[in-house]
């Protein structure tokens, strides 16, 4: 069967030193392994509806030849049997280390009744249909034994033509002995498995009696009535408070971390803006030194403006030699006409023939008025 082929891929997860749980120890690394398709598509078979076993006797295989291998058709005959309530990964880790026992492995699982459950262990979560499911779901079983029973008997294992008994090796007290597999052990039929710390059925309905009110309310919430989770009327109000409760309370906390987030966010806006504010503090600092400083441009350009007004303000120097009394021009006269006849313009120098230009143009302007007058 193709769970048989891939026990090969899990002898890498048995347990490697006493009392590991199948777990590596510690700086201990799994190899990796390649990649290959070995689920199964159908569930294990009920013992019950198999076909018969063939006419040969049933010869117990011993341990040193198990170990070595069996042929192909004759595999060694693993028994393993439990309650399996709540199946989980405990159930299922027993189980892979029964199956990766021998390089050639069948491995048979016994499932006790309700009815015998209860009288010698206690009360169940799962019936027993569902337990019988779901062990024979579980990828390691390759045979289901239903209603077995709570102390192995020579002519069971005959039946089912069983080689070893695999089970933690803790003794089992229970129906009256110390150890219900202690003739198996004497037999030399016992192959000891190691428990999964943990985890375990009576961890799980603790954690779910502990926190009872939690699951409750949980069921509330998903449809479920308070009569089929046996709540009372009072409890059922009691709980839908609590629910109400908690959602206040859960909004109060993400208004407060919105609030903390929106807080922390302008306090990064804040930095940033202080950052910016002090870079152009900065500029603004360095562009007005270097404008008004003491060798700022606002200085040169007083002292160039200054320069300017000083040019333009002072008089010109005067030159060297100063012209004569005939090369000085003479300043003009002006006279009234009435004047004219007793005291004439005197003429300009002959030299300056501007001046004499002039002079003309005054005694024609004189000769004007006179006639003018006379009219």
């Known amino acids: 069967m193709e769970a048989q082929s891939s026990s090969g891929l899990l002898v890498s997860r048995k347990r490697r030193r006493d009392g590991s749980n199948g777990e590596p120890e510690d700086g201990e690394r799994l190899g990796k392994v390649p990649r290959c398709t070995v689920g199964l598509r159908h569930p294990a078979p009920f013992a019950d509806e198999l076909m018969p076993a063939d006419a040969k006797p049933y010869e117990r295989v011993g341990m040193e030849e198990a ?197 922390q966010k302008v306090e990064e806006k804040s930095i940033d803006l202080i950052q910016k504010w002090e870079e152009k503090s900065r500029e603004f600092i360095g562009n007005f030194l270097q404008m008004f400083g003491p060798e700022g441009a606002l200085k040169h350009m007083l002292k160039e403006g200054k320069g300017r007004m000083l040019q333009a303000i002072s008089p010109r120097q005067s030159p060297n030699s100063s012209p004569t009394r005939e090369e000085r021009s003479p300043s003009p006269t002006f006279r009234l006409p009435f004047f004219s006849k007793t005291s004439p313009p005197p003429s300009p120098p002959p030299h300056h023939s501007g001046a004499r230009e002039l002079s003309r143009d005054a005694e024609d302007q004189r000769d004007d008025c006179r006639r003018r007058a006379e009219q």
């Open 67 to 263: 170990k070595r291998g069996t042929p192909p058709d004759r595999p060694v005959r693993v028994y393993a049997d439990g309650i399996f309530d709540v199946f989980h990964s405990g159930h299922a880790r027993a189980l892979m280390q029964a199956k990766c026992l021998f390089p050639n492995t069948h491995l048979i699982v016994g499932v006790c009744s309700d009815a015998l459950t209860h009288k010698y262990k206690g009360f169940t979560v799962m019936n027993e249909d569902e337990r019988y499911d779901a062990v024979r779901h579980c990828r390691y079983v390759d045979e289901v034994v239903r209603n077995a029973p709570w102390t192995l008997t020579p002519e069971f294992l005959a039946k089912h033509r069983i080689d070893f008994v695999a089970h933690d090796d803790i003794p089992y007290s229970s129906a009256g002995s110390d150890d219900v597999y202690k003739h198996i052990k004497e037999a030399g039929m016992f192959a000891p498995t190691q428990r999964t710390e943990g985890i375990s059925t009576s961890d799980i309905i603790t954690r779910i009696v502990r926190d009872y009110d939690v699951y409750v309310r949980r069921n509330l919430q998903r449809g479920y009535t308070a009569k089929e989770l046996n709540v009372s009327y009072i409890n059922e109000k009691k709980y839908h408070l609590q629910e109400r409760v908690d959602k206040v309370k859960k909004k109060v906390r993400d208004v407060e971390e919105k609030s903390k987030e929106f807080v």
